[in-house]
């Protein structure tokens, strides 16, 4: 079963073909942490963008390693380009901006990205 998410004035727009998480990584690095970001990684061909890639910008920190992209409209971040630790392409889908996800419900992994 396939989940959907947006970011908030729902001009950035995106499926993700796999079961919702039952699981969320929680960083405590500088951007997620002022983000609040609860986050899930999927294969990019898992990740279908189902809006205009013109409504999407990018921001990059420290060691440059995920696209964070973010709607130029209302600023939200609905997911990152990344690549997993085998090298290959991932999506960090921000489950904040997933509405059929219980967020109390997840199971949650921090992850200490602030000593990195």
Known sequence: ????????CGAVSFTVDAE???????????????????????PVDQFTL???EETLKSYEFYKHRIEHRFCTSCGT???????????SEMRAINLR????????????????GAKL
């Open 50 to 52: 189902t809006s205009s």
């Open 1 to 8: 079963m396939a989940y959907s998410g947006s970011c908030h």
């Open 20 to 42: 919702p998480p039952t699981q969320a990584i929680s960083c405590n690095c500088s951007h997620c942490r002022a983000k609040g970001f609860l986050l899930t990684f999927v």
């Open 77 to 87: 971040q609905p997911f990152a380009h990344g690549k997993g630790p085998d090298g």
């Open 97 to 112: 901006c997933v509405p059929s996800v219980d967020l109390d419900a997840l199971e949650l992994q921090k992850y200490d």
